[in-house]
């Protein structure tokens, strides 16, 4: 059976390193909607100049897109067994459209919702800097590079992405509330949605995490 695991949370709440981690433990992948689009904006795509002037002004991509650029991925041969959603859904909107689609596919879904309090968030995504060669991630606070701006894998320059200046990620903190907290009600409500605490040590969350997966 296709396993759907979708992670929820606020943006610096450890969705992306955890769903890493759980995607190499179950060898199935780790879709990341901003990695996504990140690649069109690097390779200046027509849908990445559009992207980028809402990941730069920290608001939302249209549903119709981002589910266009998520289905094409999750078509593909190698989510047959499973997948995991790291960023999307946002909005009900989006949820409805993949719900429909996991239905048709008779997929097993659970979603794990990584709460953090908004000074955690603020407190980590402004400590993030990423490589420009290899797209390495480091915190300055629980991950440093060995070097100070310098990648330790390639040796690549580190900088910040302009969504992780502090005033941008309140605008992201914003939207989220507005546009993505409705999802934990409509999660919560189908009894498909697991709450842990995103403030503890980063090994027991992922304990918790593939409890939660394997039950």
């Known amino acids: 059976m296709m396993k759907a695991i979708i992670f929820l949370g606020p943006p610096g709440a450890g969705k ?7 995607s190499q433990i179950l060898n199935i992948p780790h879709i990341s909607t901003g990695d996504i689009f990140r690649e069109h904006v690097k ?14 002004a920290g608001k ?15 078509d593909k041969e190698d989510c047959k067994n499973g997948f995991i959603l790291d960023g999307f ?9 993949l719900e429909k689609y996991l239905k048709e596919k008779n997929a097993d879904i659970k ?24 797209g390495a991630i ?7 590079p060995k070097k100070d701006g310098i990648c330790d894998i390639c040796g690549g320059e580190l900088y910040q992405r302009s969504d992780d200046k502090p005033e941008v990620i309140k605008q992201r903190l914003e939207t989220y ?9 409509y999660y919560k409500n189908k009894d498909i949605m697991y709450t842990i605490n995103a403030e503890k040590e980063r090994g027991e969350v992922l304990k918790e995490i ?3 997966i394997n039950e």
């Not at 480091?138 to 440093?144: C, V």
């Not at 509330?177 to 009600?185: F, V």
Request: net charge neutral.
């Open 111 to 134: 979603v794990i919702y990584l709460d953090a309090p908004d000074e955690l968030v603020i407190r980590r995504l402004s400590a993030r800097r990423v490589c420009k060669n290899c």
């Open 43 to 56: 390779n200046q795509t027509d849908l990445g100049i559009k992207v980028k002037s809402y990941l730069d």
């Open 210 to 212: 593939l409890k939660v």
């Open 60 to 74: 939302l991509v249209p549903d119709e897109v981002v589910w266009e650029v998520v289905k094409d991925r999750i």
């Open 177 to 185: 509330y507005k546009e993505t907290q409705p999802l934990i009600d």
């Open 138 to 144: 480091y915190n300055l606070i629980s991950m440093p």
């Open 16 to 22: 992306g390193t955890h769903a890493k981690e759980v």
């Open 89 to 97: 859904p946002r909005t009900i909107l989006q949820a409805e459209m």
